[in-house]
C-alpha cells in the first residue's frame, strides 16, 4: 500500500506541476489535492513501517511548488478581452459578399429546375 500511495502521490504531483505551468492552470488544483491526499497516506504508512520515503517528502515539494504556481498565475495574470470590431467587419465583409454572389446569379428559369416543372411536382405531393 505504502509504494503504491507513493507512485500516485508522484504520479499526481507531477501531473500537477505540469498543469499549472500550462494556460490551463486552475486545473493544475485537482491533481494537486489528490497528490496531497496521496501523499498524507503513503507518509502515515510508511511512518507505520518505520521508514519514511524521500519520494514522499519530493512529492509534497512538487504539489507545494505546483499550487504556488497556480494561486501566482491566479492573482498577477490578467485575462485580456481583444477588441471584436475587427470580427464584426470581416462578418460583414462576409454577408456583403454573399449577397453579391447571389445577385449575380441567373435565376430566370426558376419554375423549371432540370427538367422537372415545379407545379407538377407540387400536384404530385399534394396526391401523395
Same mark, same amino acid.
Given at each position: 500500500?505504502?509504494? *503504491?500511495? $507513493?507512485?500516485? @502521490? %508522484? ?12 494556460? !490551463? +492552470? ?34 509534497? *515539494?512538487? $504539489?507545494?511548488? @505546483? %499550487? ?12 485580456? !478581452? +481583444? ?34 416543372? *415545379? ?10
Amino acid at each position: 500500500m505504502k509504494k *503504491l500511495f $507513493t507512485i500516485l @502521490a %508522484l504520479i499526481a504531483a507531477i501531473l500537477a506541476i505540469i498543469l499549472a505551468v500550462l494556460p !490551463v +492552470s486552475n486545473l493544475a488544483v485537482i491533481p494537486s489535492i489528490a497528490a496531497l491526499i496521496f501523499g498524507v497516506l503513503a507518509f502515515y504508512f510508511s511512518k507505520k513501517s518505520g521508514e519514511v520515503k524521500k519520494l514522499v517528502q519530493f512529492s509534497f *515539494l512538487l $504539489t507545494t511548488a @505546483a %499550487l504556488v504556481l497556480v494561486v501566482y498565475k491566479a492573482l498577477f495574470t490578467e485575462t485580456e !478581452v +481583444s477588441s471584436t470590431e475587427t470580427l464584426d467587419a470581416k462578418e460583414t465583409q462576409f454577408k456583403e459578399e454573399a449577397i453579391d454572389e447571389l445577385e449575380e446569379l441567373d435565376i430566370d428559369n426558376i419554375d423549371e429546375i432540370d427538367g422537372i416543372e *415545379l407545379d407538377d411536382s407540387i400536384e404530385d405531393i399534394e396526391l401523395n
